[in-house]
Structure formats: structure tokens, C-alpha cells
């Protein structure tokens, strides 16, 4: 069974940095042809796509986010991380990671707040 888990900070304060860590189990993200995202959906709005990471290593940004998106990933630990820099109110949101090979796989997103 294929489960992927947000972690990181709940609140985060303007001009800091959302960090969110996706653990994955029951599958490699290095297995080929898959890819993991990051997508968020802020109170009130449709969903957003982030970032993607393939198998490979691999990535690819939202050109609207770019500036201040990176990701990361452990192999050895069956993760990657989001890190999402000058973070503003409206950058809150739940953020979601997601997988596989068409975004199959879903974990259960965590909220974030940009707030002092």
C-alpha cells in the first residue's frame, strides 16, 4: 500500500521559508517513469501546482512560483522536500504531495499559515 505524509511547520511567519518534507512508503520515488509534486489549494481556490520531480531528479516549476521554489529529495530516505522562500499571506494554504504516474497517490496535505 502506497502512503505519502506532509511534514514541516503549521506556521509560518512572512519573509520565512515553508518547509515540507513528503515521506514516502510502499513504493521507490525512483521508480521509473514517476514523478512527485507539490500542489497546494489556498482557503477559497482551485489547486495550484508547484513543483514536480521525476524519477530521474529531474524537476519542474511553476513559472509563477520558480523564484522561490526548490526542491530537494533523500533517496535513502524515500523523500523529497519542498522549500518555498519570502513566504507571504498568500502563501497559505494546504499544501498536498502527490506521486506516481499521473498523480496517483495522494497524502492527506498539510495546512500551512503565513501569519506573524
Known amino acids: 500500500q502506497v502512503q505519502l505524509q506532509e511534514s514541516g511547520p503549521g506556521l509560518v511567519k512572512p519573509s520565512q521559508t515553508v518547509s515540507l518534507t513528503c515521506t514516502v512508503s510502499?513504493?521507490?520515488?525512483?521508480?521509473?517513469?514517476?514523478?512527485w509534486s507539490w500542489i497546494r489549494q489556498p482557503p477559497g481556490k482551485g489547486l495550484e501546482w508547484i513543483v514536480n520531480?521525476?524519477?530521474?531528479?529531474?524537476?519542474y516549476y511553476n513559472p509563477s512560483l520558480e523564484s522561490r521554489t526548490s526542491i530537494s529529495r533523500d533517496t535513502s530516505k524515500n523523500q523529497f522536500t519542498l522549500h518555498l522562500s519570502s513566504a507571504t499571506p498568500e502563501d497559505t494554504a494546504v499544501y498536498y504531495c502527490?506521486?506516481?504516474?499521473?498523480?496517483?497517490?495522494w497524502g492527506q496535505g498539510a495546512q500551512v499559515t503565513v501569519s506573524s
Open positions: 502527490t506521486g506516481g504516474d499521473a498523480y496517483t497517490y
Open positions: 510502499g513504493v521507490s520515488i525512483t521508480t521509473t517513469y514517476y514523478y
Open positions: 520531480i521525476r524519477h530521474s531528479g529531474g524537476t
